[in-house]
């Protein structure tokens, strides 16, 4: 019973659990904002009422999407007070520069102009209007780098010293700690996942509306546009985790061996990667496996005869550096999620890719599992994108800030394992009721399909849509 009002165990899971949850809103909301943006800029540079459509349209599941990922970050943030106040007290003069930034500059900026951009149809001049919706998109992607600097700090901390009068890290410089060889790896892998979500989000969509045959004006360029939207960001998105792997092996080889559950040092041909193994978590028995020669090696240091460091000398190395102790993670967890990322990923490319190939030439399916199929394939960038920040962080363990705290020491101190077994049974009944809200506030919207424009201007011949839309 102890063992179950565990403090930290149960932290560790409010916080995942919030975290996931409120990741559920934020790939779609960056993605989708800069979708609004290229949709609006079209209808303004052609005048042609789809794009129009489809601005109103998509802005609407934006809109709902946006205002839920508002409610489920306040509520991670706080967190960090209420749980976590040793991580906090240990490192919150470096951690919360760039959340600071996340919130003062670039949060205050997309809020304000969402606001304009929603109260501003038929009040504002046509390409100012516009302007703000950029402004949102930038925003929003500025907002997810700050996060992705304070989340670096965590995997590779740097620009910090420590005062041992009060036994804290302090910041030494923002540049430094904002160009996080992490941060500059790990952001673009992100964003370009994000506009995987969105343009998931708009086969889907449109597939469904395509696939009863309404809509066509709007949901054939929609398909279209969709489409290629997630080859080529699949194929930005695979680049630069190329790169990210790169980082990761730098600042935390023990997460690439454990990524391949790889227990002795390897070379070359030796360090593989495996698609699929069975075996047992400790490596000691490997019942079956499916292996890529050389290709950990290529991952890893970008050569073919290059050494991947292993769990058992990598945990050696860190005993002699920060004492007696396990530095390993949980292997099943980082090598399964490490793979789900991938063949997510792979396969809703690969989803798009045929669509191409079935809707050339303004071809359109005729068979109902095509659709079926088509419609039914958006969780799964989304899914890449959830296992992928399993992944990060699960990979990270033992430490929360790596090399400087442990999980076990961020904890508050104060707080009993009750205490946090309420609020996690009350964030899981209220979050449940809000995804309840969210999925039908999306499914009205998407079933409604795009409203049809009724009045023209007068001197442009441009369709008008006012705000009552939203």
Known sequence: MNELLDPLLLSRWQFGLTTIYHFLFVPLTIGMALTIAIFQTAWVRTGKTHYLQLTHFFGKIFLINFAMGVVTGIVQ??????????????????????????????????????????????????????????????????????????????????????????????????????????????????????????????????????????????????????LWAMVISGALTTLAGDQLSLAMVASQPMKMAAAEAMYDTSTGAEASFSIFTLGTPDGVHELFSIRIPYLLSFLS???????????????????????????????????????????????????????????????????????????????????AMIVGWVFTEMGRQPWLVFGLLQTAD??????????????????TLVYGSLAVVEFRLIKKAVLHGPAVPAESNEETGKPLVHTTVY
């Open 410 to 427: 961020g904890v508050s101190p104060g707080v009993t394992g009750l205490e946090v077994l309420i609020s996690l049974t009350l964030f």
């Open 301 to 383: 240091t970008h050569t073919l005869n290059g050494t991947v460091e292993g769990i058992n000398n990598l945990q050696e190395q860190y005993q002699t550096l920060y004492g007696p102790g396990d530095y390993t993670p949980i292997i099943w967890v980082t090598y399964w999620s490490f793979r789900w990322m991938i063949g997510l990923g792979i396969l809703h490319i690969f989803v798009a890719m045929v669509g191409l190939w079935l809707t050339r030439k303004g071809r359109m399916p005729t068979n109902k599992w095509v659709w079926k199929a088509a419609i039914w394939s958006f969780p799964l960038s989304l899914g």
């Open 77 to 226: 943030e706080f967190q960090f007070g209420m749980n976590w106040s040793d991580y906090s007290r240990f490192v919150g003069d470096v951690f919360g520069a760039p959340l600071a930034f996340e919130g003062l500059l670039a949060f205050f900026l997309e809020a304000t102009f969402i606001g304009l951009w929603i109260f501003g149809w038929d009040k504002l001049p046509e390409k100012l209007h516009l302007a703000t919706i950029w402004v949102v998109a930038t925003a929003s992607i500025l907002s997810a780098y700050f996060i992705i600097a304070a989340n670096a700090f965590m995997q590779n901390p740097v620009a910090f010293t420590i005062n041992e009068e009060k036994g804290r890290a302090e910041l030494t410089s923002i540049w430094e700690l904002l160009t996080n060889p992490v941060a500059l790896a790990a952001f673009p892998h992100t964003i370009f996942a994000c506009f995987m979500v969105s343009a998931g989000l708009i086969i889907t969509v449109a597939a469904w509306h395509l696939s009863r045959n309404q809509h066509l004006e709007t949901m054939r360029p929609a398909l279209k546009f969709g």
